[in-house]
Nanobody, 127 residues
Framework: QVQVAESGGASVRAGGSLTLSCTIS????????LGWFRRAPGNLDREGVS?????????YYHPSVTGRFIISRDNSKNTVTLQMNNLVPEDTAMYYC???????????????????WGQGTQVTVSA
């Protein structure tokens, strides 16, 4: 059984930083691209924030986070992290870690490509 568990969400002031972590078990971790999605308050859809391919040689970032967020993975520890810097109130959302059915990822980050999801971790950024 695949298990996906996020941690690291918190409430911070604008301009602050947070690091989200995600631990995954139950599948060959190194064979899958990984992604972070978020759902802002009042939105029904989850927006693809960033993804990283199996060997870390390609990362995608949503334009709204480019230059502020950094995704990384450690295949020896089955973890993926999202370092978030210079946070703004618009980053307030529930953040979800997800495992792709493919080993690569790219712009668009279709939810249909990610069959395994965590429960989410809340990030709140105040002005």
């Amino acid at each position: 059984q695949v298990q996906v568990a996020e941690s690291g969400g918190a409430s911070v002031r604008a301009g602050g930083s947070l690091t989200l972590s995600c631990t995954i078990s139950g599948l060959p971790f190194g064979d899958h691209a990984l992604g972070w999605f978020r759902r802002a308050p009042g939105n029904l859809d989850r927006e693809g924030v960033s993804c990283i391919r199996d060997n870390s040689k390609y990362m995608y970032y949503h334009p709204s986070v480019t230059g502020r967020f950094i995704i990384s993975r450690d295949n020896s520890k089955n973890t993926v992290t999202l370092q978030m810097n210079n946070l703004v109130p618009e980053d307030t959302a529930m953040y979800y870690c997800a495992v792709s059915r493919f080993f690569v990822c790219g712009a668009g980050m279709s939810r249909d490509e990610y069959p395994h999801w965590g429960q989410g971790t809340q990030v709140t950024v105040s002005a």
